[in-house]
């Protein structure tokens, strides 16, 4: 069956960076293109950044310039390097394929604080 680990999330100073991993099985994964997404409290889940499987990316304009998607096809493993983290930055990070698969991981949380 489908399966997302997500790894890498902490706590982190504004300012800071962190690179999430995300382990995929059960899936062909390099015919899908992948995503890392995220959700605040309170707030709905957002896609953050799109990887294609041959390395074609897009971001949402309040990450672009700050984060960088990528991908391993061998490893079958997503990754989301992210610099400059502000406070809004906080959230519980998830990857799926793009468009979203009903099946989640459990997320790997960041926090972006002082």
């Known amino acids: 069956q489908v399966q997302f680990v997500e790894s890498g999330g902490g706590l982190v100073q504004p300012g800071g960076s962190l690179r999430l991993s995300c382990a995929a099985s059960?899936?062909?994964?390099?015919?899908?293109?992948m995503g890392w997404y995220r959700q605040a409290p309170g707030k709905h889940r957002e896609l953050v950044a799109t990887v294609t499987s041959g390395g074609s990316t897009n971001y949402a304009d309040s990450v672009k310039g700050r984060f960088t998607i990528s991908r391993d096809n061998v490893q079958n493993t997503v990754y989301l390097q992210m610099n400059s983290l502000e406070p809004e930055d906080t959230a519980v990070y998830y990857c799926n394929v793009q468009p979203a698969f009903a099946y989640w991981g459990q997320g790997t949380q960041v926090s972006v604080s002082s």
């Open positions: 059960g899936i062909i994964f390099k015919i899908f293109v």
